[in-house]
């Protein structure tokens, strides 16, 4: 079983991007169809998926939720494969098949799938549903009022955990209650002047569900936080269905961003298929890109550059709005 990896080879996988460009449209390689779960345990998740036509091997990428660090793992010619590096009871992981052709390109990635590991091999391994309808009901003088509706279990729900997050990969507890509201304290997110909540559902085995959405409030000053990041955004190259476009994110603030995630929402109907200096998913309109390990830190007054790969149809029209790490940027 080979071992995850962190992707870090960003020359050759420029190269390689460099390679599929040149690839005529009509050679584009499909993407893995159908992922899904057939297996989870404690400390292993195992994958199954639809071959994509054209593919010679495919790699496995996933990452712990509300956490920057991002693994891959090699495949092989196969569409099922069972991960176990980094992965621990009581846990939620999202994960995601990218396939490669006979060229040393063509990538192309699947769906996603979002899991929550159970906490023991015995007894009850069935985590409670996610509570939905997650929301901000008031905010009062010490902290948000928040909300949500029952979740089930196939044993019975003994909680719900309430928490902050900074934005960047840390979690905070701030309360639990048996209910379905609470009032929790404002806690501190200094990182972007917002506060990010979310809750689990928990059972009596300790199993819990994967996150609710998050909400988030303004923290209690009333200045709203200024915009100390700028994100430039400029086409290098443009043909008839496809792009290469370098995102430049520069850190205004006094200190240095340690750990990033970015995100530009496009103007017009492109598609990113590849990245390199960043990993790059893509919902609607929105592209997320987060900083691998070995180019996490944005110095202050520094910038880093993202490349984006990808597809347009009726138009490759630059962003219309950006953000580092939850906060809104000035576009350039």
Known sequence: MSRPRVWFAAT???????????????????????????AITPVSVTLAWTAADGATDYQINYHQAFNDVLWSQPAGNVTTATVTGYILGGRQYTFSVS?????????????????????????????????????????????????????????????????????WYTSTLLGTTTGTSITVPFGSSPSTGMHYYYARARDAAGNVSIATNTVQTPTTTTTPPPQLCQVGYKTTSEWSTGFVAEVTITNKRTTAVNGWTATVTLGGDQRVTSAWNATATQTGATVTMTAPTWNRTIPAGGSVTVGLLGGWHASDAPPISATLNGAACTLA
């Open 99 to 167: 396939a490669r052709d006979a060229t040393g390109g063509g990538y192309s990635t699947s769906n996603s799938v979002t899991v929550v590991t159970p906490v023991s091999t015995t007894g009850d391994t069935t985590p409670p549903a996610t509570p939905a309808n997650f929301r901000l009901t008031e905010v009062t003088a010490t902290g948000p009022a928040l909300a949500w509706d029952a979740a089930t279990d196939n044993v019975g729900v003994a909680g719900y955990d309430v928490y902050l997050f900074d934005g």
């Open 12 to 38: 050759l996988l420029a190269a390689t991007l460099l390679t599929v460009a040149a690839r005529p449209a009509a050679a584009a390689l499909p993407a893995p169809g159908d992922l899904h779960v057939t």
